[in-house]
């Protein structure tokens, strides 16, 4: 096979190179996930400022992507983030990462920072730093279709929006719209670099498959339908998407509402995934995927009637209704096209809202600070003009526009209590109260409160694989974390989708042949070799934290999840996390490191990761 | 000569020991402060809570107290700081510490802490812990009061006040009331250990000092003489104490009002040095000085008229005059004595008035935080109220008995703007934009914002030695700094009296002779000598620091002398400070500190200490 490759541009000298990745980087890391990090840990010195043009933003996508095989072109983004300050991963969909296979690069790596705005344009073999000057101030959308105008339909793009150039500190890099990388502000890094725009536009033509490799992606296609058709306690992506997220969640009583206050929202049907359902215009896919999870939507009635956008997930929905307490149906929808054209991350947006609320109900902040807005719970019309003051980083809007961590640090007065984020990251949609495992692979996640990288499937769905884990215990299943963790990180590799990966479908033999085929790597045909590049993957990203000094202290939940009692949650009434000290204890034991969660050098030595954990012991004394 | 010999107090378990000092450690450190800094970097382990019963509480005492030698009788404190988190030393006079000698103890070292409130009482080879529930509550008179009424008439005692007991977090160790080791919350360190006083009865006879070493003893007083007499360029400390500061630094443009916005007080002579001598009652002196630099001082008129003090000093006066833009002559009478019986630094409560006044100022606090008080400038009549909020912790003064700095982060908003501290120790009575060399001592100290551990004789007071130094200059001083605060260091090995060492008299020659004879280490006779110990001393105090995390980011001013032109200030008019990194480098490489601010392996092995060159390799990876 033929050497994977890399397209490095550097901003500041202008420099644009192609280099080889090498072949043992394919054997140790498969693609997408583990490039990033690898080339992260590797070129970033600690300490590195996330919005200083040292720090890199890097593309990468899977050997599957863009081959034809269903599901797998999705793309990774890998930087330090400027919310977190740790190791970050965003992932986006639609043509993206297929169009990077098609002009032949594995990977992007964006070093640098222009003095005015640019875009990168990229053909096969052909690449060009742009003047992006005509581009900057122009929405997501503007953005692709003036890009589509200038370089002709087949052109796709991965931008930044009006906010991303604020600096908003969570602002998003979108493909075709609504197709973001959307958390820990990697939209935020691209902006930092003045960088508006990647452009693709493929001149090659796209080799045809191997008949071996059709009979391959044949057959797991063939796996794919199982899930698609509703295996067992899978959810029904293929109509609703995420939206029967609301539903689970609201019956299970860990739909965060009133800022992590309560469990179910009050007459959460009223945006139940059928009422969602109902506003369906059409179906929308990713680039080769069979699911299509994706939906457009139109609002019927109310104020936000004729409103629609597409790719209205489980977590913009809640953003917009759990957050600030309320049960319109429309908010989400108006909100979610706000964001998307702005740039802007809807969970820490909804959060950065919920926490404003708060504030505003304890007296911490008062309409002088919001500018005479009314921000009491339910009130959807107050928190769409407060959107928009985050989006324009005005007034209130410009300290909300730093992410509640920084936000509650600017108003003092205990705000931090009602700072719902883990390591900066704000809170997704779930109390952890009530999935208490999958509470713990947010506090230990190395991107902080990321609900996406170990999702727990066995207490959200029901999932019996590899075993059922009771959501209420504080102990016995940390050894499902791991493994959550390490085939998630295999799935993001770039073999699939999460949304295929994370439900373990299809089966492990179907990898077993698909990624020697591949990657060229023949020990991909052990299942435990598969299994090693996700934990290497794991520690790799731990490693680069405890770099920046980042370690147990920091695997921590807001104080309200182990001082409050939840509150109408039905089945989770009345839970609280009793003793966390031990659920760690239990999940470091199980992963190997030591009790403050550094990794030792005994299980990074075991990982091939010899000169990483010299490091560490550079670093801890 | 016979050992010297320390006092091991182990609060928790109540195990009561004494121990030898070794010869090798008054060979290193001489006593006082060099004892403190080497006992408590042995026995702390990093990271150790300031007011947990981990923390150690060392008094200390050099070879010449209490052996009829002048000037030399006062005791340190040292203790890790719960304002700073740094090594701290505080330094207190009166009596204490000849009655230290008197029971044959150089040092004390309390450890742990008990149940309930108890007192230390010592007797000549006899030491006791004693139930203190009577004591607990009472002021630092009544406190004295109560000890010299159970033990008799000669027990002298060192104490906490009510604020100390209430952990505001800049409690005093007060001895005869106004004698006080008053910063850094060393009092507060004695109250989370429950320890309310120390008392010592001395019940031995007082050695007579042999011929020699009386004769020594006359030469130095005579030396003494030649500087209470008046020194050209010293100040007139036996008539006016240290009240002369004010007429100085007002003349200067360095008297810090409205919170450091200008630089002298509007009508400063209402507060003048001749008008608080027009108060005098009487002088008043610490055991064995013949300076007697104190007074006690009676207020004639005004609100405060009757009201008397003493041990009323510049920064008292400074405090509660220009930090809230008041020039009342009786304000700073009536809150001395209020800090003193309480057991309040004056400067940290005076500075942390000036940071509400300025947040008051600026809408930051309202009248609803203060309980209605105007805290407009020059409202003395509030700043009373506020300082008894503060040191009873109700309300406002609740949050303002954390020091400002944690009060800033507690009011957000960009109040650490006004926040005037270094290291969490409230700034003192200098604006450093007029005395940039003494400023970047106090940016450098390892107590944080302290003015007496490099005092710049030469900016403030004119004197040329080692030669001259251009107060606006920012550069080719650093040298100049050195020698300040290895000097500073050795005459706090108890030596002497900070008021008679920092003007540098007498002369080294006396030194040379006296050193040798107390201590019975012949090679005091060199200069060099004396000053490697001053040397060893500062660079294990910074190597405490580096352990516990501080560095170059740390050795930092309030953004205010960096940003805006110092105001009203005669002379110093519109000064600022320019380019205080460059101070910094030029301070460290005569330190001979790397550009991060760390002693460097060779510096500390030169010192002889290499073992603590070791620790710092294995701190600083």
Redesign the interface.
Known sequence: MKYRKLLRVNLTTGAINEEDIPPLTVANFIGGRGFGVNYLYNELKPGTDPLGPENKLIFSIGPLAGTGAPSSSRWIVTAKSPLTGTYFRGCGGADFGAWMRFVELDMIIVEGKTESPVYLYIENGHYEIKNGKNLWGKNTVETEQAIKEIHGPKATSACIGPSGERLIRYATIAVDRGHCAGRGGMGTVMASKNLKAIAINPTGGVKAPSKDFKALIARELAEFQRFIRGEPGSPPFSEKGTTGGVDGTNILGVYPVRNFREGSLDEWKKISSDEYLALKVKSVSCYGCPVHCDREVRVKSGPYAGVSTKGLEYETIWAFTGCIGSNDIGFPVAADLLCDELGIDTISAGVSMGFAYELFEKGIITKKDTDGLELVWGNHEAAFELLKKIANRQGLGDILAEGVKRA????????EDYAMHIKGLEMPAFDVRGVKWHGLAMATCPCGAFHNMAFSTQELFGNPWPRSVDRFAEEGYADINKINEDWTAVVDTGIWCNFIGEWQVPSLNLLRELLPAVTGVPQFADEKTIFQVGERITNLERAFNVREGFDRKDDIYPKRFTTELLKKAGPSEGSIIGNFGKMLDEYYAIRGWDQNGIPTIEKLESLGLGQIAKDII??R?
């Not at 509650?408 to 705000?415: C, D, L, P």
């Open positions: 509650s640090a600017y108003f003092g007065r205990g705000s550079k670093q004394k």
